[in-house]
């Protein structure tokens, strides 16, 4: 058996049994190493491990993790809520177009999907059950519009695509990522309403208009979050590592001066909460070296991409067929690890057939936000549904009409590059092909 066949077999193997994406990643590599190198080369483990996360644009990683919990605990998701609700007012399918916006919203200030929907959940599910939605469908729709922070920027999962793949400038994709962004929640808007209003979910007469002019006042600090991050990269006064500096930090002004919700002690269980995830998330990617350092030194990567260009010289016929493979992965894995896995792979593909690598990451991204919440994996359903009492069976129903209003919205991004690719070259960003 070739060294490549037994390095992918030895990381599904382990991937089947449950043990945990960074360590199968990690024992993949160490078989494609004993499998077809020298077993001098196990000497390598600690420098490519390093290697992969001393990196300098990772710091704002785990930074951003930070502001989303920041920001999640801070009572900013509840001031959106009542502005929203000031706009929409009462009326069949109001409070549905007031989570999808909220979410958007949250988006450019988290960019994580499954803090968006933990912090959109704990505030609008009361008051979507009082409001007469069933919790399944509540869930199912928080879920799906948090999903669109990982287009959004500031986007966790875009940051490691920038670092990934060679050349590609970051503030191009967070300005790639704007609309489709928001392509993707608009999408959501239509079917939420209709079956609202099909239903006769949320009477217009059950609930009052929050006050206009004290509700914006006090969801200032909130929308002025995202203007602070995405002015300051425009302008340049920051770098988008920086901004994630300035992200907690007027995230803790927010939290603890204005919104007065953060205590000391609040501050400290969340630097916690946050240090572990970012460390699941650093353990990946330092593991993910290992197994990238093989594949690319036995050639694997390339023996795979090769073999996917043997199915069809045609590349749309190609770019369907990696969508569905990333739909798939998605379905099953976290951004992080599919972004380390699969890249690699799709890489020659995208060099080959001369896609726009920033057109690219957008459409890779737009289909982990839908994996986000397709069952079985589905994280952000996985925290909607545990806030709401429900499990993730009930959910399935709902989820299919979302799922495919987000496809239609990616395949018209996939059809007309301009949604993506028109905010950074007018910005003057470099959004080149290779």
């Known amino acids: 058996m070739s ?5 992918i077999l030895a990381f599904m193997l382990a991937l089947f049994l449950g043990v945990p994406v960074a360590f199968a990643l990690g024992l993949g590599g160490v078989v494609g190493i004993l499998s077809g190198l020298s077993t001098d080369m196990l000497a390598t483990l600690g420098t490519n491990t390093y290697n992969s996360v001393a990196k300098y644009p990772l710091i704002a990683i785990p930074l951003f993790i930070l502001t989303g919990a920041i920001f999640e605990r801070a009572g900013v998701a509840a001031s959106l809520v009542r502005f929203a609700q000031a706009i929409i007012g009462p009326r069949h399918g109001g409070l549905a177009v007031v989570a999808i916006l909220v979410c958007l919203i949250m988006g450019g200030m988290s960019g994580s999907g499954p803090a968006d929907a933990a912090a959109v959940a704990m505030v609008m599910l009361p008051s979507m059950k009082r409001a007469g939605y069933p919790q399944a469908f509540s869930a199912s729709l928080i879920a799906a519009s948090s999903s669109t922070a990982i287009l959004i920027p500031p986007s966790i999962a875009l940051i490691l695509y920038s670092i990934v793949v060679p050349g590609v400038d970051l503030r191009a994709l967070f300005a790639a990522g704007l609309f489709p962004g928001i392509l993707a929640g608009l999408s959501l808007l239509l079917p939420a309403w209709w079956l609202a209003k099909r239903n006769g979910w949320e009477s217009p007469e059950a609930s009052e208009r929050p006050p206009l002019g004290k509700s914006f006042r006090e969801a ?3 929308l002025l979050a995202p203007v602070i991050i995405l002015g300051g990269l425009r302008s340049g006064l920051f770098t988008p590592t ?8 007027y995230g803790v002004i927010v939290g603890v001066v204005i919104y007065r919700s953060l205590s000391l002690r609040g501050m400290w269980e969340l630097l916690e909460e946050s240090a572990v995830t970012s460390g699941v998330v650093m353990l990946i990617i330092a593991l993910a070296g ?10 694997t990567f390339q023996h795979l991409a090769q073999a996917l260009l043997s199915l069809s010289e045609n590349g749309w016929t190609l770019l369907v067929l990696v969508m569905v493979l990333v739909l798939l992965a998605g379905m099953l894995l976290d951004a992080v690890s599919i972004y380390l896995i699969l890249i690699p792979i799709v890489l020659p593909l995208m060099q080959h057939f001369d896609w726009n690598p920033v057109w690219f990451g957008i459409l890779l991204a737009m289909n982990i936000a839908i994996g986000q919440f397709t069952p079985p994996v589905a994280v952000n359903l996985m925290v909607t549904t545990r806030i709401a009492g429900i499990r993730l069976e009930q959910t399935v129903g709902w989820t299919l009409i979302f799922i495919l209003a987000m496809l239609l919205s990616l395949v018209l991004v996939m059809l007309v590059p301009g949604i993506a690719l028109w905010l950074p070259d007018k910005l003057g960003y470099v959004v080149g092909s290779w």
């Open 220 to 222: 200032i600090p909130a």
């Open 3 to 7: 060294p490549d066949l037994l390095m």
């Open 290 to 299: 290992i197994f990238a350092w093989a594949g690319t030194t036995l050639g």
């Open 242 to 249: 920086e901004a994630a500096v300035v992200a907690v930090a």
